[in-house]
Structure formats: structure tokens, C-alpha cells
């Protein structure tokens, strides 16, 4: 939140035994999910499972500077890492819940296009601030030439700074980073989705139209916690700021995803089972 | 964070607010099962003073954590803490009478794993993760389930479905004119959600104290009542809303002075229309 | 032919409303320096620099928004399910919601203020009886027309989820474009006028922000004024655009090719962006020209 702020000790590498015992922990919730529930349910706690890991491994792509980005102190967009991730994806959710009637893939593709278009037009308006409104051009702090388009970096940044703006890597990620939260988002929301609409009525014994916006709502507000929780994890993991794929906080991903994954499954199984025990 | 803030300074220990906060709001939440006793719903009220019982220990588990630097933002911890409350919360609303309960544990369950997830896995290594997030969860569960109470009367599934709708003179029971068929929960969400963070977001500083992030706990809790009582007009009963807002409308004006007084206490000076002050130096 | 007619035109309208609300978002959020500017705010006091800018720290812009939104689209459906008509339940709605972020205002300057009194910053009165009021009607504006735009949304063009739930989708989103567009104008051009133009604040220079205007001592009325020139439209455009552009090609194509037709619109326009973007990133590094940068800088 601030440009003195300290950063915690988050160390770089996979803390091997923790992870192992997170696998486990995935294993007996998948084991656990199996037992109670039908085999339609223990397919849709895996898509959840998968939609969570896309959320965690997505928001590693999003440019976020924080705080020294609005001063031009850093690269990146300049808000936080969780919400703005969760403005992308929910706005991809929007669009792939439209698209739910329409099959499984076309709904996630959507949401993914969805997630994709609203992070193009926020990272396009923000290299315009930049550019028409205060004259910077994009410098990357974090690389001498941009993976992309080899573009060299260091003497574009101003003195003080480590860097401004949205190199085109930078763009890449954060379009990259919409897609994978769009579409994550989207299968959390269809996955469950099936799952009520199948459990409801019969719970309820009413007809299938009836209760259809209780499922609705369910489905889209545990798409949305889960989505929030997912974000809020990759958003610890990379302390708070990020540059794109190019950065090397980057290759911490894999231990987020074995987060991701067992966070995901905990509380997509606790979800499935509000209906189907 | 701007300013690094001392672990705990002072002011009552973490332990007993946190005790205070989980009998407080456990038993305000089982005080509106005396609608079900007596047959309707005046007892609402209640729901809302168990929510803000866990508001007001939220705000403190806030402040233990984020004292550590998390190295993102405050309202996170909010965010996370409803995504997995409000998991826990629905499932429980199904156990009926047992639903505190039950929420409790499994909230606690949830929290308990996410937080070994952020402590070990993603090796964050804060002392008090595990626990926080254990407690965060448990309050955010809490705190839905407080408001969903009050809004609905009570904390059973059934209720929070089934709501009513009159067409023609007619009440018809409608799924869709219901807590979770309107999605007001969504809302609730979110009231919860910022009311948990900002005491600590708005109160940080080195001259924290802890007396007054509590009396701004306690308003924010009373201010996410008042609309929750507008929109529970839509669900229970006209007396019932209207005792829940007069509830609300009291307890906010009077922790919003008592704040304003302790504001003006710990401020360095208290100006109306005044200059910046020449400090020597500047 | 009639329905699609009607679809584009309740495109545009929300399209429009969406402009709108970006606009009065960020210049409402410029004016309480809420977001990441905010941090500046906080830290000048401590650097020596005390100063009467409006400290509005209620929470990120995204979760803040979020929760107006859904105060909004929630009081309203309740009042839309008690058979109240749907503009008087919104205004109603949006009303109540200004007044909760109102008092979500005035507790966080009075809050943040109050931490600060070891550097001698004070509580100004009347900073909180002026400028809360502004932020107000800016939020009710930003407030109002995203509802209206999620009540379009739902109730015109079909879309499956409650009033609610939209306004929390649309309330994240537009705090997260806002706060992204606008919050770097504001933070750079305005809070740190008096540096160097068309180059980044010097980390050395954090927390010396400007706080003395033309005449007299600056206060957050001046810096609305200045970022509702460019930050505040260019949020506009931008959460207009997102709106606009992610509606009109579902309206619009989904019929074609069972749903893929909206995809490929969607893949072909966010290349059309990248393809913008890039343009404006070559343009400045060829106009700009690098900064001469001494060598030995990367060490510090």
C-alpha cells in the first residue's frame, strides 16, 4: 500500500513437505467427495478444482503495481492485485453466465473472452493515461528488452523510478491473466450450476423453473467466493505486486497452484455437498 | 502499509475480544430462534446484534493480522474471509437448529486448511496466520448468517428460499422473491465485507488506539444494519423491519458519536477552517 | 429484427450510462483521495508535510464500489419486490446507499486524521462538512447510473442473474477500471504537479505533495476539478467501452454460429486493442526519446 513499505519474507521456493501434505489433503477431498456423492458430483468438484487453478495461475499474468504505480514509480496498473483480478474475472462470469444454455465450452470461452476484452481495454486506457496524459512512455523495471517485442528497456525509465506504464509483455499479461480468470470463474459457476439445477427441485420438490433462481444465485455467489478466495491467495503469494510473466516473482506459480487446487477443492466440496447430501 | 504497527499495544488482549465476539453473536443469533417459539418474527433484531458482535471481533482479528504485513492490501483479508464464511454459512442453514453450530466447525475447518494453504504451501510464515484465518472465516460465517437471520427471520434454509409474493390480493409463495432467489445476500456480502476491514483500514496509524477501532467496529456493524433492515421489509413482516431499523438507527447514532468523541480526543488538534500549521523546520 | 433493434438500442443506453458512472467514479475518488493515491496522502504528514487534502480511506476502490453497487441493486430489488415502481425503487435505493458512503467517509478521515496526531496532522472540520457532500453526489451519480445500467441489463436484455449479484459484478469491475485509469493521473500529474513533467516521481520524493494552490492552501475540490479534465473521462470511456463492447457483441452475435460467433468478435477486438496499444507504446518511446540514464543507476 505504500512506496516505504516493507515486504514481508515470502521466500521464492516450493516448500516440498507442505506441499506434499496439500496434495494429500487434495487426495482425501477428492476420495471424500467420491464416497458421499455421485459421480457427477466428484466431475464438477474437479472442474472446480480446474476453474480455481485457472483463477490462481491467471492473476500471476496481471500487471499490478499498487501504490507506486500511480505515482509512476512502478510498472504495472495501479490498484490492487486481488480486486482487479476480480473486476476481470467477474466481468468474464457475466458474460459466461449469459452464455451457460449454450454448452460448456462456449460458456467458458466466452467468460474467458469476456475476462480477456475488459483487461485489453483497462490496460489499453492505462498506457493512454500514460502516453497522452502525463507523457511517460512504458518502461519494464524487472528486464533489459521486452521478451515480446525486443524492445530495450532501461533508458526509457526515468531517474528514480523502476520503470512506468505497460510494456507490451506487460499488455500480453494482463489480457492473458482476464482470459484465465474469465474462464475460471465461469466453469466454478457451471460446474455448480449443473449440480443444482440436477439436486433442487427434487430437495425442494418443486418444479425445475421455480427454484432455477436459487440455483442461479448459489451458483454465482460461491463462483464469486471462490473466485475472491483464489485471488486473494495468488495476491499473498506474489506479495502484492507483480509485473507480467516476464517478472521473477512469476516463477512462483507452482505453489500456488497446489494452493489454488486444495483451497478450491475445500470449498467446491463443501459447496457440491449443500445439495447433494 | 505505510506506518509498521507495534504487534499489540495495550487495550484489552486478543484472546478476550475474541471470546466476548463468539459467545456474544452465537447467542444473539439464538435469540431470533424465540420467532420460531413464539410465532413470529419481532425477534429478528437480534441477528443483526450477533453480526455486529463478530464485526466488532473481526476488526481486532484484522488488526492482529495485518499488523504482520500481509503485503497486500487490507480489504483483502475481508474478501477472504466472507468467500469462505459464506460457503460454511449456506451449508450450515441446513442443519436447522444446530446452525450456529454447525457453521462454526466447518467455517473453522475451511479457515483452518486455508490458512495452512497461505502459511506453508504458499510459505508466507506468519505466526498468527492459521489462527486468523480460522477466526476470519468463523466470522464471516457468522456475520452472513447474523444479517440472513435478521433479514429473514430466521437462520433455516427453508426461510432464506421461500419468500412471499402477492399478486391480486393473493400471498403466493415464491422461490424467487426469497434471500437467495433475489441474491440479496450478495449485498449482504459485501456490507459485511467492508464493515470488517475498515475499522483497521480507516483507524491505522501510529497513533492506533484500540478503544476507538472497536467503537468504529461496533458503528460500521450498526450502519450495514440499517440497510439490511430496509431489505428486510421486503422479506419479514412491516413490525418486525421496523423494530430491526429503529434498532439500527439507535445504535448507529450513538456509536457514531462516541466515535466522533474519541476521534477529537486522539487527534492532534481539532480546526474548522484553519491553515496548515507552521511547524518549525517547513 | 425488432428484438435485435431493441437490443442495440438498450446497448447503447447502458453503454452510455456506463460512461457516465466511470466518470463520476473516479473524480469522486480523486476528490476523497480514496485508492492507491491515497497512500501519498497518508504519508506526507509523516514526512513533515501536513496538509488539508480529504483522506477518504474506506477500502480499494473495487471492494468500495462493489459494496455501493450492491447497496444500491439490493435496497432497489427489495423495493421493486414490494411493488414500488422500478425508478423510484432505484432512486430510493441509490439514496440510501450515498448515505452509507457518506458516513463510510467521514469515519475514515476522522479515523486516518486521528492515527496521525504524532506529526501534528489535524482534524479539519470543515474539510469534512465541504468536501463530503461532493463526494456524495458525485457517488450518487456513479451510483445510480450503474444500477439503472444492471436493472437494464437484467430486466431488457435477459441476463439470468438478480439485480444484486449484477451490481456486485459491475460494481467490482467499475472501481477496477476506474481506480486503474484514473489513479495514476491523479496520483502523478496532480498530487505531484510541481515534479517534472512527462517522467515518474523519484521514490526520493514520495510524501511531498502539493498543498498549496494559486491562492491559498490546496484542498480536494481543486483536485476533483483538475482530474475531471482527463482522468475522470478517460474512466469513463474506459468502463463505457468494457460495458458497451462486451454487451453489444453478445447482443449481437451470439446468434451466429451457436454462441462462437461473439468469441470471435471478442478475439477480434482484443486484438484490435493490442494492436492500438502497441501503436501508442511505439509512438511515445519514438517521440519521448529515452531519458538519458546514467549507467551506474542500476545500483541504487
Same mark, same amino acid.
Given at each position: 500500500?505504500?512506496?516505504?513499505?516493507?515486504?514481508?519474507?515470502?521466500?521464492?521456493?516450493?516448500?516440498?513437505?507442505?506441499?506434499?501434505?496439500?496434495?494429500?489433503?487434495?487426495?482425501?477431498?477428492?476420495?471424500?467427495?467420491?464416497?458421499?456423492?455421485?459421480?457427477?458430483?466428484?466431475?464438477?468438484?474437479?472442474?472446480?478444482?480446474?476453474?480455481?487453478?485457472?483463477?490462481?495461475?491467471?492473476?500471476?499474468?496481471?500487471?499490478?503495481?499498487?501504490?507506486?504505480?500511480?505515482?509512476?514509480?512502478?510498472?504495472?496498473?495501479?490498484?490492487?492485485?486481488?480486486?482487479?483480478?476480480?473486476?476481470?474475472?467477474?466481468?468474464?462470469?457475466?458474460?459466461?453466465?449469459?452464455?451457460?444454455?449454450?454448452?460448456?465450452?462456449?460458456?467458458?470461452?466466452?467468460?474467458?473472452?469476456?475476462?480477456?476484452?475488459?483487461?485489453?481495454?483497462?490496460?489499453?486506457?492505462?498506457?493512454?493515461?500514460?502516453?497522452?496524459?502525463?507523457?511517460?512512455?512504458?518502461?519494464?523495471?524487472?528486464?533489459?528488452?521486452?521478451?515480446?517485442?525486443?524492445?530495450?528497456?532501461?533508458?526509457?525509465?526515468?531517474?528514480?523510478?523502476?520503470?512506468?506504464?505497460?510494456?507490451?509483455?506487460?499488455?500480453?499479461?494482463?489480457?492473458?491473466?482476464?482470459?484465465?480468470?474469465?474462464?475460471?470463474?465461469?466453469?466454478?459457476?457451471?460446474?455448480?450450476?449443473?449440480?443444482?439445477?440436477?439436486?433442487?427441485?427434487?430437495?425442494?420438490?418443486?418444479?425445475?423453473?421455480?427454484?432455477?433462481?436459487?440455483?442461479?444465485?448459489?451458483?454465482?455467489?460461491?463462483?464469486?467466493?471462490?473466485?475472491?478466495?483464489?485471488?486473494?491467495?495468488?495476491?499473498?503469494?506474489?506479495?502484492?505486486?507483480?509485473?507480467?510473466?516476464?517478472?521473477?516473482?512469476?516463477?512462483?506459480?507452482?505453489?500456488?497452484?497446489?494452493?489454488?487446487?486444495?483451497?478450491?477443492?475445500?470449498?467446491?466440496?463443501?459447496?457440491?455437498?449443500?445439495?447433494?447430501? | 502499509?505505510?506506518?509498521?504497527?507495534?504487534?499489540?499495544?495495550?487495550?484489552?488482549?486478543?484472546?478476550?475480544?475474541?471470546?466476548?465476539?463468539?459467545?456474544?453473536?452465537?447467542?444473539?443469533?439464538?435469540?431470533?430462534?424465540?420467532?420460531?417459539?413464539?410465532?413470529?418474527?419481532?425477534?429478528?433484531?437480534?441477528?443483526?446484534?450477533?453480526?455486529?458482535?463478530?464485526?466488532?471481533?473481526?476488526?481486532?482479528?484484522?488488526?492482529?493480522?495485518?499488523?504482520?504485513?500481509?503485503?497486500?492490501?487490507?480489504?483483502?483479508?475481508?474478501?477472504?474471509?466472507?468467500?469462505?464464511?459464506?460457503?460454511?454459512?449456506?451449508?450450515?442453514?441446513?442443519?436447522?437448529?444446530?446452525?450456529?453450530?454447525?457453521?462454526?466447525? $466447518?467455517?473453522?475447518?475451511?479457515?483452518?486448511?486455508?490458512?495452512?494453504?497461505?502459511?506453508?504451501?504458499?510459505?508466507?510464515?506468519?505466526?498468527?496466520?492459521?489462527?486468523?484465518?480460522?477466526?476470519?472465516?468463523?466470522?464471516?460465517? $457468522?456475520? $452472513?448468517?447474523?444479517?440472513?437471520?435478521?433479514?429473514?427471520?430466521?437462520?433455516?434454509?427453508?426461510?432464506?428460499?421461500?419468500?412471499?409474493?402477492?399478486?391480486?390480493?393473493?400471498?403466493?409463495?415464491?422461490?424467487?422473491?426469497? $434471500?437467495?432467489?433475489?441474491?440479496?445476500?450478495?449485498?449482504?456480502?459485501?456490507?459485511?465485507?467492508?464493515?470488517?476491514?475498515?475499522?483497521?483500514?480507516?483507524?491505522?496509524?501510529?497513533?492506533?488506539?484500540?478503544?476507538?477501532?472497536?467503537?468504529?467496529?461496533?458503528?460500521?456493524?450498526?450502519?450495514?444494519?440499517?440497510?439490511?433492515?430496509?431489505?428486510?421489509?421486503?422479506?419479514?413482516?412491516?413490525?418486525?423491519?421496523?423494530?430491526?431499523?429503529?434498532?439500527?438507527?439507535?445504535?448507529?447514532?450513538?456509536?457514531?458519536?462516541?466515535?466522533?468523541?474519541?476521534?477529537?480526543?486522539?487527534?492532534?488538534?481539532?480546526?474548522?477552517?484553519?491553515?496548515?500549521?507552521?511547524?518549525?523546520?517547513? | 429484427?425488432?428484438?435485435?433493434?431493441?437490443?442495440?438500442?438498450?446497448?447503447?443506453?447502458?453503454?452510455?450510462?456506463?460512461?457516465?458512472?466511470?466518470?463520476?467514479?473516479?473524480?469522486?475518488?480523486?476528490?476523497?483521495?480514496?485508492?492507491?493515491?491515497?497512500?501519498?496522502?497518508?504519508?506526507?504528514?509523516?514526512?513533515?508535510?501536513?496538509?488539508?487534502?480529504?483522506?477518504?480511506?474506506?477500502?480499494?476502490?473495487?471492494?468500495?464500489?462493489?459494496?455501493?453497487?450492491?447497496?444500491?441493486?439490493?435496497?432497489?430489488?427489495?423495493?421493486?419486490?414490494?411493488?414500488?415502481?422500478?425508478?423510484?425503487?432505484?432512486?430510493?435505493?441509490?439514496?440510501?446507499?450515498?448515505?452509507?458512503?457518506?458516513?463510510?467517509?467521514?469515519?475514515?478521515?476522522?479515523?486516518?486524521?486521528?492515527?496521525?496526531?504524532?506529526?501534528?496532522?489535524?482534524?479539519?472540520?470543515?474539510?469534512?462538512?465541504?468536501?463530503?457532500?461532493?463526494?456524495?453526489?458525485?457517488?450518487?451519480?456513479?451510483?445510480?447510473?450503474?444500477?439503472?445500467?444492471?436493472?437494464?441489463?437484467?430486466?431488457?436484455?435477459?441476463?439470468?442473474?438478480?439485480?444484486?449479484?449484477?451490481?456486485?459484478?459491475?460494481?467490482?469491475?467499475?472501481?477496477?477500471?476506474?481506480?486503474?485509469?484514473?489513479?495514476?493521473?491523479?496520483?502523478?500529474?496532480?498530487?505531484?504537479?510541481?515534479?517534472?513533467?512527462?517522467?515518474?516521481?523519484?521514490?526520493?520524493?514520495?510524501?511531498?505533495?502539493?498543498?498549496?494552490?494559486?491562492?491559498?492552501?490546496?484542498?480536494?475540490?481543486?483536485?476533483?476539478?483538475?482530474?475531471?479534465?482527463?482522468?475522470?473521462?478517460?474512466?469513463?470511456?474506459?468502463?463505457?467501452?468494457?460495458?458497451?463492447?462486451?454487451?453489444?457483441?453478445?447482443?449481437?452475435?451470439?446468434?451466429?454460429?451457436?454462441?462462437?460467433?461473439?468469441?470471435?468478435?471478442?478475439?477480434?477486438?482484443?486484438?484490435?486493442?493490442?494492436?492500438?496499444?502497441?501503436?501508442?507504446?511505439?509512438?511515445?518511446?519514438?517521440?519521448?526519446?529515452?531519458?538519458?540514464?546514467?549507467?551506474?543507476?542500476?545500483?541504487?
Amino acid at each position: 500500500m505504500s512506496a516505504i513499505g516493507a515486504k514481508p519474507a515470502g521466500g521464492a521456493g516450493l516448500d516440498t513437505t507442505s506441499a506434499l501434505v496439500g496434495i494429500i489433503i487434495l487426495i482425501v477431498i477428492l476420495g471424500a467427495m467420491y464416497m458421499l456423492g455421485s459421480s457427477v458430483a466428484l466431475m464438477a468438484l474437479i472442474g472446480v478444482i480446474i476453474g480455481g487453478i485457472l483463477i490462481g495461475f491467471g492473476v500471476h499474468f496481471v500487471p499490478v503495481g499498487g501504490a507506486p504505480a500511480a505515482m509512476g514509480q512502478a510498472p504495472g496498473i495501479a490498484t490492487g492485485v486481488a480486486m482487479l483480478a476480480a473486476g476481470a474475472g467477474l466481468a468474464g462470469l457475466f458474460g459466461g453466465a449469459w452464455a451457460a444454455e449454450q454448452g460448456l465450452a462456449v460458456a467458458v470461452i466466452t467468460g474467458g473472452i469476456g475476462g480477456g476484452l475488459m483487461m485489453a481495454i483497462t490496460c489499453f486506457m492505462v498506457n493512454f493515461i500514460y502516453v497522452f496524459g502525463m507523457g511517460i512512455p512504458a518502461a519494464s523495471g524487472k528486464v533489459l528488452k521486452d521478451p515480446i517485442t525486443g524492445d530495450s528497456q532501461p533508458e526509457f525509465k526515468s531517474q528514480g523510478t523502476e520503470g512506468h506504464g505497460l510494456p507490451f509483455i506487460s499488455y500480453v499479461g494482463g489480457v492473458i491473466g482476464g482470459i484465465f480468470g474469465g474462464a475460471g470463474g465461469t466453469l466454478i459457476y457451471i460446474m455448480l450450476l449443473d449440480v443444482y439445477k440436477e439436486s433442487l427441485p427434487e430437495m425442494f420438490g418443486a418444479q425445475a423453473a421455480q427454484v432455477l433462481p436459487i440455483a442461479i444465485t448459489l451458483a454465482g455467489l460461491f463462483a464469486i467466493g471462490i473466485f475472491l478466495v483464489n485471488a486473494v491467495l495468488a495476491a499473498y503469494n506474489i506479495t502484492g505486486t507483480i509485473e507480467g510473466p516476464h517478472d521473477p516473482k512469476f516463477k512462483r506459480f507452482p505453489r500456488d497452484i497446489i494452493a489454488s487446487a486444495v483451497a478450491s477443492a475445500v470449498c467446491g466440496i463443501v459447496a457440491i455437498l449443500l445439495v447433494a447430501m | 502499509m505505510s506506518v509498521k504497527i507495534e504487534v499489540i499495544e495495550g487495550g484489552m488482549p486478543h484472546t478476550n475480544i475474541m471470546i466476548g465476539g463468539l459467545v456474544v453473536s452465537v447467542i444473539c443469533i439464538y435469540l431470533t430462534y424465540l420467532n420460531v417459539l413464539t410465532g413470529t418474527q419481532l425477534f429478528a433484531f437480534f441477528g443483526g446484534l450477533g453480526a455486529i458482535a463478530a464485526i466488532v471481533w473481526g476488526s481486532h482479528t484484522i488488526k492482529h493480522l495485518c499488523s504482520y504485513g500481509i503485503g497486500t492490501g487490507v480489504p483483502s483479508a475481508g474478501m477472504m474471509a466472507f468467500g469462505s464464511g459464506l460457503i460454511a454459512m449456506l451449508f450450515a442453514t441446513r442443519y436447522g437448529v444446530a446452525a450456529p453450530i454447525v457453521a462454526i466447525i $466447518l467455517a473453522a475447518v475451511i479457515g483452518a486448511i486455508l490458512g495452512y494453504v497461505a502459511n506453508n504451501i504458499l510459505s508466507m510464515h506468519i505466526p498468527v496466520m492459521i489462527q486468523s484465518l480460522v477466526e476470519m472465516a468463523v466470522i464471516g460465517a $457468522l456475520t $452472513l448468517m447474523g444479517f440472513a437471520a435478521m433479514m429473514t427471520g430466521s437462520f433455516e434454509l427453508s426461510s432464506m428460499t421461500v419468500g412471499q409474493v402477492t399478486i391480486l390480493g393473493l400471498s403466493l409463495p415464491s422461490y424467487q422473491a426469497s $434471500l437467495l432467489g433475489g441474491a440479496l445476500l450478495a449485498t449482504v456480502f459485501m456490507l459485511g465485507g467492508i464493515a470488517i476491514q475498515h475499522p483497521f483500514n480507516a483507524c491505522l496509524g501510529p497513533n492506533w488506539t484500540q478503544d476507538r477501532m472497536l467503537m468504529l467496529a461496533a458503528e460500521c456493524g450498526f450502519l450495514s444494519m440499517i440497510p439490511a433492515a430496509v431489505m428486510s421489509m421486503a422479506l419479514v413482516s412491516m413490525p418486525a423491519a421496523l423494530i430491526s431499523l429503529i434498532v439500527s438507527l439507535v445504535g448507529w447514532y450513538y456509536t457514531y458519536a462516541n466515535y466522533i468523541v474519541l476521534s477529537k480526543r486522539d487527534a492532534a488538534e481539532w480546526l474548522d477552517a484553519k491553515p496548515i500549521p507552521e511547524l518549525e523546520g517547513h | 429484427m425488432e428484438s435485435i433493434v431493441f437490443g442495440i438500442g438498450i446497448t447503447a443506453l447502458a453503454g452510455a450510462l456506463a460512461t457516465v458512472a466511470g466518470a463520476a467514479e473516479d473524480t469522486e475518488s480523486n476528490i476523497g483521495s480514496q485508492g492507491d493515491p491515497n497512500s501519498q496522502v497518508q504519508l506526507a504528514p509523516q514526512m513533515g508535510y501536513i496538509h488539508r487534502i480529504f483522506n477518504k480511506a474506506v477500502a480499494g476502490e473495487p471492494p468500495a464500489y462493489g459494496l455501493w453497487i450492491a447497496l444500491g441493486a439490493g435496497i432497489a430489488w427489495a423495493f421493486m419486490a414490494m411493488q414500488i415502481n422500478p425508478i423510484l425503487a432505484i432512486v430510493l435505493g441509490c439514496g440510501l446507499a450515498t448515505f452509507i458512503q457518506g458516513v463510510y467517509a467521514t469515519t475514515a478521515y476522522l479515523g486516518r486524521t486521528a492515527s496521525l496526531a504524532k506529526f501534528g496532522q489535524p482534524v479539519y472540520v470543515d474539510i469534512l462538512k465541504s468536501v463530503t457532500t461532493v463526494t456524495m453526489a458525485h457517488a450518487f451519480v456513479a451510483i445510480f447510473t450503474t444500477v439503472t445500467m444492471c436493472h437494464l441489463i437484467n430486466a431488457a436484455l435477459g441476463h439470468p442473474f438478480p439485480l444484486p449479484l449484477l451490481g456486485l459484478i459491475w460494481g467490482i469491475a467499475l472501481g477496477a477500471a476506474g481506480s486503474a485509469t484514473g489513479n495514476p493521473f491523479y496520483g502523478k500529474e496532480r498530487q505531484y504537479q510541481s515534479q517534472k513533467f512527462g517522467a515518474g516521481v523519484p521514490i526520493a520524493a514520495s510524501g511531498n505533495i502539493v498543498r498549496y494552490a494559486e491562492a491559498g492552501e490546496r484542498n480536494s475540490l481543486d483536485n476533483g476539478w483538475y482530474t475531471a479534465k482527463l482522468g475522470g473521462p478517460a474512466s469513463g470511456v474506459c468502463f463505457g467501452l468494457i460495458v458497451f463492447l462486451e454487451l453489444w457483441r453478445t447482443v449481437l452475435f451470439e446468434p451466429v454460429a451457436a454462441g462462437w460467433g461473439a468469441i470471435v468478435v471478442g478475439i477480434i477486438m482484443i486484438l484490435v486493442f493490442a494492436v492500438i496499444d502497441r501503436y501508442i507504446e511505439v509512438w511515445a518511446r519514438k517521440t519521448y526519446g529515452p531519458y538519458t540514464t546514467p549507467e551506474k543507476e542500476a545500483s541504487s
